[in-house]
């Protein structure tokens, strides 16, 4: 298992993070080092340097009600589940200096990986659910074969079709 990222930790300078979309940079710079000593998300970066940041994103564990689930995978889940268990990808973001790199679509890449991993060997997740900030991050999302999901805002993408972009 190869990632580009490492978890966030006090060596890197979050300060200097600028994505330009300001509750991005604010999470990152006052709220994930909290978030992390809770345990209510793990952050990822992809250093530069050993200390900036050029991209991050978030992790958590996750659930949806089974109504939100597309009749696709819902029709393979058993009937007893009133809520199924998924991966929350909370955040992304890439530093203004780096954009227009494919960074994103790295940090994105990297992320579907690292929950695809976890949910065959760690934790049960049926699918990876993002809550995209704005229509930019829903047409990324969109993009990358992310499904709307009724009446929530939220994007769902299966981790069978996860699994088949890492699958020899």
């Known amino acids: 298992m190869i990632y580009i990222t490492v978890p966030l930790d ?15 940079d604010d999470y990152l710079h006052k709220q994930a080092s909290q978030d992390i000593k809770r345990k209510l998300s793990v952050v990822f970066v992809l250093p530069h340097e050993e200390v900036r940041i050029k991209g ?34 909370g955040r992304l973001a890439v530093d203004g200096n780096f954009m227009k790199q494919g960074l994103g679509e790295l940090l994105l890449l990297d992320a579907l990986k690292r929950s695809y991993d976890i949910s065959t060997k760690s934790a049960g997740s049926i699918a990876v659910v ?10 990324f999302y969109s993009k990358y074969g992310f499904i709307e999901l009724p009446d929530s805002g939220k994007m769902f993408l299966p981790m069978n079709v996860i699994g088949k972009l890492f699958q020899p």
């Open 56 to 89: 991050y994103y978030t992790l958590s564990n996750n659930s949806i009600p089974r109504e939100f689930v597309p009749d696709t995978v819902l029709k393979k889940m058993p009937k007893t589940y009133l809520n199924l268990p998924t991966t929350l990808l």
């Open 130 to 139: 993002v809550d995209p900030l704005d229509i930019d991050a829903k047409r």
């Open 10 to 24: 006090s060596s890197f300078k979050k300060e200097d993070f600028y994505c330009g979309k300001s509750l991005l």
